[in-house]
């Protein structure tokens, strides 16, 4: 695919990241765009590439366009506005990257199919140095065979890609994905914080819990964050609680009644309302260890 | 410690696998004593040991006396009922490997010194199988002098051996263990459930959790037996809220506040209130699929 025109728009530090790592993989990126001007600047100067002044550019000089903004109406903006990425799209293949509520992308896709244009609905469940290496964890919804020719880039981004099915489904994954370790690292949080109620050795009982049924992910990724109280922010609680809420709306559309992750969302609505939402993940544990602000 | 003569109490299919690995590993086992008599003599004769008729006789014949029984009823009787362990009992060391409120461990390491005997708490994370090899998780309070005295024959019990604390400690721990792993029990059935009302790939969605933050030791025991609806029973429902149960009365004793916990013993609850305590813990799951009778 490296004889097709590249183009990012959100050159944040993951779509920035992702930019450099295709270049550097001798991809032709042709075209960037992000609302601060300057960052597109000093980003196509360092990689040898062209900062667009609109949106409509970006399309006019690309054949794929990735895009990797904030939140739901940052999206609306880049394809609903004034100057907007539909613009004389057709044949354009789109691959949107931004964590979105799922609707959004099946909205995407239908409004592209009606100009001739496709979208791949892309979910990234990793951080700044895999953006950068090319080792993401992709999931990807849409249409499977967008999917399958978009498949050597989506290849060259990621260690591990998996398609999802249709639109919409890989933020419905991602969501079922948070929502469950939210629910761990919660689980983890009321353990530990008990544990250290009754003065047992902390560093013993994590090893205990990764011996046996009480192990999970979130046990090597926060315990030592919870006990040291070291909660600088990978995976913000404000983040937590949003993506509980989307899988939690999920579950009210279908009937399915979820009280561990109603739980789980009060703990991160808490944690906020305590202006700690900023805390990493790991910060529940401010709400269940004694003597800390959360749990008096 | 093969000189030691070994007695054991409750020949259930722990006492009583625990018992044969000893006398495989050149012990001397020299009393077992079971509430069913005939339990007693066949494992007597299989094993040739000695069947005793009661309770003060397993502690004249033996130095070292393992006791494993149901709850702390049983425990209550067989140290302070008519016949009972405690009687000529001074020199000899009692090991209790039943799952118990903390507090008794407690009470029988003071009632023991009283009488110049010793105990220690022994907490098991095992199955039928790990008893019968010598390969438990074995988790042990009390004092650590007498610990460290007994670790040779702990030891060939056990495939991993951990000195927890004081008495009461093994049995703290195993309950935020068994507490944490409900958690995350729960949560992954609801992650499961809502995916299975979304019309998502459940392989995939098992495949993604396992890649990922959702990651646990439980999605290795129990996804498939979730998604299968095979509950067949290895550690039950009806053990989990009751687990649960001691943890959060724990926590309520500390002033710890956790509601995760909380609304996982309801869930538990809600199984037993519906007839299904016996499932396997993974039963939970009934309660979160789509058209199960837990769902409505």
């Known amino acids: 695919m490296k004889d097709q025109k590249i183009g990012f728009v959100g050159l944040g530090r993951m779509g920035g990241n992702m930019a450099r790592c295709l270049k550097d993989k001798g991809y032709s990126v042709s075209a960037l765009f992000d609302i601060d001007q300057d960052l597109a600047k000093d980003l196509a100067s360092e990689i040898d590439s062209t900062a667009c002044k609109t949106l409509a550019e970006v399309t006019a000089s690309a054949d794929i366009i990735l895009t990797v903004v904030t939140n739901d109406s940052a999206m609306d903006a880049i394809y609903f506005g004034d100057d ?14 931004a964590t979105l509520t799922p609707s959004i992308h099946v909205k995407l896709e239908e409004a592209a199919a009606k100009i001739g244009a496709k979208t791949l609905e892309g979910c990234m469940a ?18 499977e065979a967008e999917f399958e020719a978009a498949k050597p880039l989506l290849d060259d981004l990621s260690k591990a890609l998996t398609y999802v099915g249709p639109s ?16 761990n690292t919660g689980a983890l949080a009321e353990g530990l914080g008990l544990g250290a109620a009754l003065g047992i050795d902390l560093e013993m009982l994590c090893k205990v819990f990764s011996q046996t049924g009480a192990n999970s992910r ?13 909660h600088d922010c990978f995976f913000s609680a404000s983040h937590a609680a949003k993506d509980s809420g989307i899988a939690l709306d999920l579950g009210k559309s279908k009937g399915v009644s979820m009280p561990l992750a109603q739980a789980t969302l009060e703990q991160y609505n808490k944690l906020c309302e305590l202006g700690l939402g900023e805390l990493d993940k790991s910060g529940i544990a401010e709400l269940t260890f004694p003597g800390r602000k959360g749990s008096e």
């Open 84 to 97: 907007n990425l539909f613009i004389a799209a057709e044949g354009k293949l789109f691959i949107n990257c």
């Open 126 to 143: 990793s951080s700044i140095p895999q953006a950068r290496h090319g080792e993401l964890y992709l999931m990807i919804g849409g249409q």
């Open 168 to 183: 919409g489904k890989a933020s419905e994954v991602k969501a079922l994905v948070n929502m469950v370790m939210n629910i």
């Open 218 to 230: 979130v046990l090597e990724t926060d315990a030592e964050d919870m006990l040291n109280r070291d």
